[in-house]
């Protein structure tokens, strides 16, 4: 069941790029807990940026590649509490960003809106 369009995934996209870079500082996370979230909260706002969706700068990576991007992206974030050892909060925040970006991966309509009017 596939029922978030291409325009709100983007909405959702630059929303959890900012909670990715903004959420570390603001809950004082430390070392590789706090770098790897701004890392990947900038990589998602350039692949983001180049996405061929109504709301990029530019159309240069399809739209089926950006899913599977955020696919391998959240499937890191999922794994990282695992492999470096977060615990608390930290652990928290990965897992909640990272299982939810799956959830949304997965009921997302891969057809851009584009698409749909041809």
């Known amino acids: 069941m596939t029922f978030i ?3 709100y995934h983007g909405v959702l996209d630059y929303a959890v790029a900012a909670t990715l870079i903004i959420a570390p500082l603001a809950l004082s996370f430390e070392g590789a807990a706090k770098y790897l979230a701004i890392a990947g909260g ?3 706002l350039i692949y983001s940026l180049i996405t061929d969706y109504s709301l ?3 159309k240069l990576l399809s739209f089926k590649a950006h899913l599977v991007l955020d696919f391998i992206a959240a499937l890191g974030l999922v794994a990282a ?3 470096l050892g977060f615990t ?4 928290a925040f990965y897992l909640v960003i990272g299982l939810s970006v799956i959830a949304v991966v997965l009921i997302t309509n891969s057809e851009t809106d584009e698409q749909k009017k041809t």
Do not use: C, D, Q
Not at 88 to 91: A, H, N, V, W
């Open 88 to 91: 608390g909060l930290e652990r």
């Open 42 to 44: 900038l990589g998602l």
């Open 81 to 83: 509490p695992f492999l």
């Open 5 to 7: 369009p291409s325009k």
């Open 56 to 58: 990029s700068a530019r």
